[in-house]
């Protein structure tokens, strides 16, 4: 069984970083994407950030370009998510997610088979 363990959020000023991990355990294969998503209270599940293996890409969400890093370790099985610059409009709870095996999209929340807990981050004016 995939698990997913997110970590690393908390509470910042604007302005300020935060390098969000996730340690994913139980894999029998390489999944192809991995992203970070956030949902703030009382609205949808939105992609940050993903990366893909197949062709070595990465995607931002408007939003979080050029501020926000997305990386993967795959020696040490973890997804990171660098934050600077952050906006009270960043505030959410982030969750990493990884597809499942033999999955080929990975465009949104319904191509993803594994979620992590969440973990919060608070960005103050």
């Known amino acids: 069984q995939v698990q997913l363990v997110e970590s690393g959020g908390g509470s910042v000023q604007a302005g300020g970083s935060l390098r969000l991990s996730c340690v994913a355990s139980g894999y029998t294969y390489s999944p192809y994407c991995m992203a970070w998503f956030r949902q703030a209270p009382g609205k949808e599940r939105d992609m940050v950030a993903r990366?893909?293996?197949?062709?070595?890409?990465?995607y931002y969400a408007d939003s979080v370009k050029g501020r926000f890093t997305i990386s993967r370790d795959n020696a040490k099985n973890t997804l990171y998510l660098q934050m600077n610059s952050l906006k009270p409009d960043d505030t959410a709870m982030y969750y990493c997610?990884?597809?499942?095996?033999?999955?080929?999209?990975?465009?949104?929340?319904?191509?993803?088979?594994?979620w992590g807990q969440g973990t919060q981050v608070t960005v103050s004016s």
């Open positions: 997610a990884a597809q499942g095996s033999g999955d080929w999209y990975c465009l949104s929340t319904a191509h993803y088979s594994y």
């Open positions: 990366i893909d293996t197949r062709a070595g890409g990465t």
